[in-house]
């Protein structure tokens, strides 16, 4: 504890990645369908949506939970989840 | 050294509002209750008239004035909040959270009496409900002790070995809205002596992110909790140099606490607050009927400076501690303090929820003939 009240710099802080807690499922995205509307990122509760700019680009799996948020949030059917092996 | 020109008439809750405005901070939230209302209402009319330009937020709850303080205060902006008695009960959970997470917050306190039975005017109760919350605790005596304490409160709060909570507790009515002369410093010295606001890691500053106020588990909790004590620990060099740099400029010399005429004394009273003048008053008197006593003014109650106390009282055969708050069950909270510190000390308690203390009090409390609660009605 070097900071006063306990404040924890960025560059200080520990990085858990909590896409260990998925369960079976994992988001999977059609670009082709994408239309930018970044619903997905405001809906993602875990920063685990990428984006450049305003542009989609894909999904950071080191924080998914698999909670599917996202592909029910998409209003044009672009992600659906698929399964994998859990934990990987 | 004071020319009758530079005092102002003013009352306490006047002389702090004039403080405010010449340190002029960024962020004041706010919520009114008697008998702090003149505080605030003095400075939002400094505001008003252009002659202050700190933001006023006016918040629905102590609660959310405190809470707005941590925010804008860890923001980066110089945060002044006032409140009293069932303001600052309400504000208790998050005095606690400010002095935490570090929060250098000025709170300017009319000191009154927690309900119940509901009641409006002086005693202690209320800051005492906060005495270990890791504020830092000062008591003073009249409107320009008021003004002054308010002055040098950001330089104690802001300092990077402090970074606390300091509130100014001035006890309600008899200070807050009894007018009497002030000197006021000139502006531009205020703003030199409190200088630019600055916390180590301001929330907003964008280019280092942080995070404040995380959930701290068994392995971290005490280690923080014991960071917040050497904080306060600090706080007390920190007062004294912050008291010698003021008196340098103003020629008004303090110290977290007073000795008064206590040197071959062997009587003593020790006091916070407003009866510390009826009580030096007292002295005087008795010292000219050729009695050997004595007073000694707690100004700083956290930290509380208890080495200079016991050397204060050294010779005292007999001391006297006057608690303008009561601990139901237990020891009044000076007097927790000061016990152990001379050979007899005695407690007394006065003066809940505004009662007067008068100078026959004073004389009964030397005497050894009042009882442990002075002032009852009923008692003699």
Known sequence: ????????????????????????????????????????????????????????????????????????????GAISMVEEEPGA | MLELEQLQVLTGGEAAAHAMRQIDPDVVPIYPITPQTPIIQGFAKFVADGRASGELVDVESEHSAMSAAVGAALAGARTITATSSQGLALMAEIVYIAAAMRAPIVMAVGNRALSGPINIHADHSDSMLVRDSGVVQLFVENAQEAYDFMVMAPRIAEHPDVLLPVFVGQDGFTITHSAEPVALLPDAEVKTFVGEYGVPFPLLDLNRVTSQGPFAMPDSYFELRVALADAQAAAA??????????????????????????????????????????????VDELREEGQAVGALQIRCFRPFPTERTAEALRGVTDVAVLDRADSPGGRPPLYAEIAGLAPSVRSHVYGLGGRDLHPEHVRAVFAGEAPHYVGLRGSS
């Open chain 1, 1 to 76: 504890m070097t900071h006063p009240g306990g404040i924890v710099l960025r560059d200080e802080a520990e990085q858990p990645e909590t896409g260990g807690w998925r369960t079976g499922v994992k988001p999977q995205v059609d670009l082709s369908k994408c239309v930018n509307c970044l619903l997905c990122w405001l809906y993602c509760p875990d920063s685990a949506v990428l984006i450049d700019g305003a542009t989609f680009t894909g999904f950071d799996l080191r924080y998914c939970k698999g909670c599917e948020l996202c592909a029910e949030a998409c209003p044009v």
């Open chain 2, 237 to 282: 060099s920190v007062l004294d140099e912050v008291l010698a740099e003021f008196a340098a400029m103003s020629g008004r010399s303090y110290e977290a606490l007073e000795s008064y005429r206590l040197e071959d004394a062997t009587h003593a009273i020790v006091v916070m607050g407003s009866s510390a003048g009826t009580v030096k008053d007292v």
